[in-house]
Structure formats: C-alpha cells, structure tokens
C-alpha cells in the first residue's frame, strides 16, 4: 500500500545548529502536511503543502514540497530548545476507501536540541 | 471550544478485559477517527467514520471496534484486551469540506498485562 518514508528517526543537534528531516513517497501525492508532537504530547498541525515546488515558511521553519509531488523537507534555521519534539509529515491516503480525512503518517524524526 | 476531548489519559487492563475509550469532539466534523502510536511506527489508523451511523476499517483494524451515533462521538472498544495493544491511542477529527487538517485529541495511555 502507499507509505511514506521519513528520514531520518532521530536527530541530535546543538542549539543554534540546523536541522533538516526528509519524507519520500514512491507514489505521487496530493498534499502533504506536516505535524509537530511535543514529547508526552499530541500531534499538531503545521502546515499543508499542495502545489509542485510549492515552499512555504514560519518563522525559522522552512517547508517544501518537491517539484514531482513525491518529497518533501522541513528544514528548521538555528534551533532553539523549543523544537524539541517529533516531526511527522503525512500526506491523504488512497488504501482505505478514498476518504481524504486518511492520513499516512511517516514514522516521524524525533529532535533533541542540546542547550 | 474544547476541541476533541478524550477519556481516560490513562488505563491498565489485564489480559482478556474490555473496556473503551471515549472521544468527543465539538466542532461538528464529519470525520473523525483513532490513530494508535507505538515507538517507531508513527501514527496507524485503527477506523475511522465519515459521518454519523458509517465506519470504516483502517490499517490496523483487528482486535478494535467503533460506532457513530452522533457526529460529536465516537468510542473505541477493545472486546478482550491483549498486551499487543499497549499503546498510546488518538482521536482526531477534521471537516471534510476544508484541508482535511486533523485536531488531535490529548491522547489516551493504554497498558495490557
């Protein structure tokens, strides 16, 4: 069925330090979303990302979405402590009846930021 | 608003119990749905419900059931709990008229002995 690979699981950085994660699909996709999980906490949406080669930006966070529809990045600009967590893209998943409320979750890259 | 809302955060159950964890959400979404979390899967669809009295199946389906009988409710059951299913489950909803973004509920912890 559709997956959505995310790379990579974990990553440990020094404040101050970039940080980038990667979701890759084989298949084309619709849109893609991102969510960010505080540590004991629950998902929260960030941002969508629908067009080819569409880049999107919040602040220090930087969102693309490849010119095929198969990738996508979040790069986050010299972390601070208050990007610790788990970062999940996700993107509408066509294996459970269509219904666009499906999401296919990537595994996720958990961040810690060293002070 | 208080979003989606789910009870108990927290449960142990012994092998062969049931029980169901509840979830509520106020926003009038058509869609609503239980993701469970287990460390390093990500998020996995249980069910899900497009509307009032229709479930579906997702990708982990077995061992859980649902039902909708209003658009503001949507239990998970668990019939005879298995240590498998320890794990953190989500409720979330979205309305399927904008960008299908889901609003999670806090989480509910679950532990099968």
């Known amino acids: 069925g559709q997956q959505v690979m995310q790379i990579p699981q974990y990553q440990h950085v020094q404040e101050g330090e970039d940080f980038t994660t990667y979701c890759n699909s084989s298949?084309?996709?619709?849109?893609i979303q991102w969510y960010k999980q505080r540590p004991g906490g629950h998902p929260v949406f960030l941002i969508q990302?629908?067009?080819?080669?569409e880049v999107k930006k919040q602040k220090r966070l930087t969102f693309q979405f490849g010119e095929a529809k198969k990738n996508s990045s979040l790069h986050i600009t010299a972390t601070q402590t208050t990007d610790v967590g788990t970062y999940f893209c996700?993107?509408?998943?066509?294996?459970?009846?269509?219904?666009?409320?499906?999401?296919?979750f990537g595994k996720g890259t958990k961040l810690s930021v060293k002070p | 608003n208080a979003g989606v809302t789910q009870t108990p955060k927290f449960q142990v159950l012994k092998t062969g119990q049931s029980m169901t964890l509840q979830c509520a959400q106020d926003?009038?979404?058509?869609?609503m749905s239980w993701y469970r979390q287990d460390p390093g899967m990500g998020l996995r669809l249980i069910h899900y419900s497009v509307g009032a009295g229709i479930t579906d199946q997702g990708e982990v389906p077995n061992g859980y059931n649902v039902s909708r009988s209003t658009t503001e409710d949507f239990p998970l059951r668990l019939l005879s709990a298995a240590p498998s299913q320890t794990s953190v489950y989500f409720c979330?909803?979205?309305?399927?008229?904008?960008?299908?973004?889901?609003?999670f509920g806090a989480g509910s912890r679950l532990t099968v002995l």
């Open positions: 926003m009038n979404h058509e869609y």
């Open positions: 996700a993107s509408a998943g066509l294996n459970y009846g269509g219904s666009q409320g499906n999401l296919i």
């Open positions: 979330a909803s979205t309305s399927l008229a904008g960008a299908n973004v889901l609003t």
């Open positions: 990302l629908v067009k080819s080669g």
């Open positions: 298949t084309t996709l619709s849109n």
